[in-house]
């Protein structure tokens, strides 16, 4: 049950802190993204995030600065073994799965709807 607690206070968190810059900065949702993915990479490059997953549990894993986490952690994990050139390898070794994913869906939907404009 306190998994399922703090898994909603961590999400919680993240939403109202995007919200809050949202609504009082003229930062597009797509820039708040972009921020909350570099925030997660900058929290992973200091070994931060893998502290918040073990206090947060599933909850740190859900929102987009997760993307940034595994972005990083697996940069930095290929790049102790291949060198420079294992950063982009390690980078797209534990997101190939999601980003694949969110290619064909959208071009899925991109053939079977009709853009309004």
């Keep these: 049950m306190m998994n399922?607690?703090?898994?909603f206070v961590f999400c919680?968190?993240?939403?109202?802190?995007?919200?809050?810059?949202?609504?009082?900065?003229?930062?597009?949702?797509?820039?708040?993204t972009?921020?909350?993915?570099?925030?997660?990479?900058?929290?992973?490059?200091?070994?931060?995030?893998?502290?918040?997953?073990?206090w947060f549990h599933a909850g740190a894993m859900v929102p987009i600065t997760s993307f940034g986490?595994?972005?990083?952690?697996g940069a930095m994990k290929?790049?102790?073994?291949?060198?420079?050139?294992g950063i982009a390898m390690g980078m797209f070794d534990l997101t190939a799965a999601g980003i694949t994913?969110?290619?064909l869906f959208a071009f899925l939907v991109a053939i079977f709807f009709k853009p309004k404009s």
């Design 4 to 7: 399922y607690i703090l898994s």
């Design 12 to 32: 919680g968190a993240v939403c109202v802190i995007a919200q809050l810059i949202y609504e009082y900065t003229t930062l597009t949702p797509g820039h708040i």
């Design 34 to 54: 972009s921020l909350f993915v570099c925030i997660g990479s900058f929290l992973d490059l200091f070994h931060f995030y893998d502290r918040l997953i073990e």
């Design 69 to 73: 986490h595994s972005l990083m952690h």
């Design 78 to 85: 290929q790049a102790e073994e291949f060198g420079i050139l």
């Design 101 to 103: 994913c969110a290619i």
